[in-house]
């Protein structure tokens, strides 16, 4: 980092909200992700305002979906690509609104990456001209639409109403306005399952409105069908009158016009079929369809009726519509865009490799295991010593909170012996004590928990190293939390064969309600850099004005070059460093050290060196 402090350091940042928001953050490597159970963040070493902006608000919304999103209910509705999408853009929506409404402040803080993106030109609105997939189109509809009626990100206005006109020319009317009433529903969402039942109603609704359209083509193939098959009998019909009226022609060429009708009427009788009526209706219409064509052909009428041009575009439209409905219901993972925050993971892991800091590996707090009989055994196995180590700092410290009394002209208590004075006219017999204030000082304890803790120190007791450094952390521990202006912690690492830690007192909790925590347990390596880096985080987290860091181990760092380069950086931001060797010297590595070669005499260094910080702050 620049100026190689922590105050404003990536890592301590992201830790200090994942611990706000109630998650697990892990800082470290040049990915972003998360695994359903903690987040990790590349460890940025540039003063980049925008890029941090970009991280808290991937930060923020990948702790809501931790801690709001049923991950079980997600993956059992993932059983096509359009339902997984659109369940995304709703589950998105519902636990960003509910992160809000816990954490207010989480609202600028996505809203800054909605800003960034637009700046940098990853927002963009498809456009009919790119013949984009309809899954695309709804899509952009559903992201910009909902994030700007919903959380309120009003950046997104214009783009919204953009994407809304698109939805509306690749549609059907129907489908549009029943998906508006369906998204009317999405700020009262309350759950996982919820989204996932208001998906599929949104599907339903697809195939109901491709089912009307595919019904409204046939409709209009049959009808086109019907008018072609009546067109082709009205010509033929038209030919065998002509025929007839031909043959009518010939016998009765010297009749006039009136006995022609007259004759015609009196042929008719009450037995003519209804055939012959309809042939002579289908000739009569036949007429008409050529005189069309004959005022077609002079030039004289339009060249299409109103009715068939509309029917015949209509036709057109419902089949294009049909169509772009059932692409949206057999859309592949191809077919539909990135999710919003998957823009944003890609973002956060694609910067130049030197950006990244690899001397950060803040490492995750894992729960502790519990035994309420080990660690009740623990606790009061350091009672009596820890009550004699607390009222000695005790007394201590308050003593040094006192200086020499001095004599002033003006006060409450009246010093006899002074009284003499009068007669001198020095009027100095009031005597004032000027009290200092608490110590004032967060002190964090870190416990080597390696492999190598296991070994007996006690072959009669059979007393392992762990044993003594744990009782040795909970007897002072005991002792300083009944001294007015100290904030102790413990914390025991690894966690298991990893470089996790296992806090066993956070800052501002009691040793005795979370005795069943402190129990012995070994496993894996030394990694003391990603320890410090967790410990640094937490007293940098707490309001008391001197940090301090013990550390007890018994060997080497698993990374010393790691280590000392947390160390420089501890030491650089005014944070304290004591080491304490347990048989091993740790001078290479810290200033302030001491080396114990007597297991026994654990406790009684351990409350020395916490009598001297005190005594000094």
């Not at 931790?66 to 369940?87: M, V």
């Not at 637009?118 to 899509?139: C, E, M, N, R, Y």
């Not at 803790?453 to 044993?467: A, E």
């Amino acid at each position: 980092m620049r100026n190689n402090t922590l105050n404003n350091a990536f890592p301590i940042v992201a830790a200090a909200l994942g611990n706000k928001f109630g998650v697990k953050v892990r800082v470290g490597g040049q990915h972003a992700y998360t695994d359903g159970k903690s987040i990790n963040l590349p460890a940025y070493n540039f003063e980049d305002s925008s890029y941090k902006d970009v991280a808290w608000g991937y930060l923020a919304h990948e702790a809501a979906h931790l801690r709001f999103t049923d991950f079980a209910d997600f993956g059992n509705a993932a059983t096509s690509p359009i339902r997984k999408h659109i369940l995304n853009f709703l589950e998105d929506i519902r636990i960003e609104k509910q992160m809000q409404e816990t954490y207010p402040g989480t609202r600028r803080t996505t809203e800054k990456v909605v800003e960034h993106l637009i700046k940098t030109g990853d927002f963009k609105v498809v456009s009919q001209d790119q013949q984009v997939h309809p899954a695309a189109v709804l899509s952009q509809f559903l992201l910009f639409r909902l994030r700007n009626d919903v959380l309120g990100q009003n950046a997104l206005s214009s783009y919204a109403d953009t994407a809304e006109a698109l939805l509306e020319e690749t549609f059907p009317v129907g489908a549009v306005t029943r998906l508006a009433g369906l998204l009317s529903e999405v700020p009262n969402l309350d759950s996982t399952r919820a989204c996932v039942r208001l998906t599929d109603r949104i599907l339903r609704m697809i195939e109901e409105e491709q089912e009307k359209e595919q019904e409204r083509v046939r409709q209009q193939k049959q009808s086109q069908q019907q008018e072609s098959d009546d067109s082709s009998s009205q010509s033929q019909t038209a030919s065998g009158n002509s025929d007839q009226d031909d043959d009518s022609s010939d016998d009765d060429s010297q009749q006039d016009d009136s006995s022609q009708d007259d004759d015609s009427q009196s042929d008719q009788d009450d037995g003519q079929d209804q055939s012959q009526s309809q042939n002579s209706q289908s000739s009569n219409e036949g007429d008409d369809d050529n005189d069309q064509e004959d005022d077609q052909q002079a030039g004289q009428g339009n060249t299409q009726s109103a009715g068939s041009s509309n029917d015949q575009s209509q036709g057109q439209d419902s089949e294009q519509l049909a169509q772009a409905l059932a692409s949206v219901l057999s859309a592949g993972e191809d077919d539909v865009p990135d999710d919003l925050f998957e823009v944003v993971q890609a973002l956060l892991g694609s910067q130049p490799r030197n950006a990244y800091d690899s001397d950060i590996e803040m490492p995750l707090a894992m729960d502790p295991s519990r035994n309420s009989a080990a660690g009740n055994a623990v606790l009061n196995s350091v009672l009596n010593h820890s009550g004699k180590i607390r009222a000695s700092l005790q007394g201590l410290v308050q003593s040094s909170r006192y200086d020499r009394p001095v004599a002033k002209r003006s006060g409450n208590r009246i010093v006899g012996r002074k009284l003499s004075r009068l007669v001198q006219g020095d009027a100095r017999i009031f005597e004032r004590r000027f009290h200092h204030s608490a110590p004032n000082t967060a002190i964090h304890l870190l416990v080597d928990g390696s492999g190598s803790m296991s070994g007996v120190y006690d072959q009669q007791s059979k007393s392992r190293l762990i044993d003594i450094a744990i009782e040795s952390a909970v007897a002072l521990v005991l002792a300083l939390e009944g001294i007015s202006g100290v904030n102790p912690a413990v914390t025991r690492f690894p966690y298991g064969d990893t470089s996790n830690v296992v806090p066993l007192l956070k800052h501002g909790q009691k040793a005795r309600p979370n005795a069943a925590v402190f129990l012995p347990a070994t496993d894996g390596g030394t990694p003391l850099h990603s320890a410090l880096w967790y410990a640094a985080g937490s007293v940098l987290a707490t309001r008391e004005a001197r940090k301090v860091i013990i550390v007890l181990t018994d060997g080497e760092p698993d990374d010393r070059s790691l280590t000392k380069a947390i160390i420089n950086r501890c030491e650089a931001t005014g944070i304290e460093l004591v080491g304490i060797g347990i048989c091993h010297n740790v001078s290479h590595l810290f200033d302030n050290s001491i080396c114990i070669s007597n297991v026994s005499e654990l406790k009684t260094e351990l409350f020395r060196i916490s009598r001297d910080l005190l005594l000094t702050a």
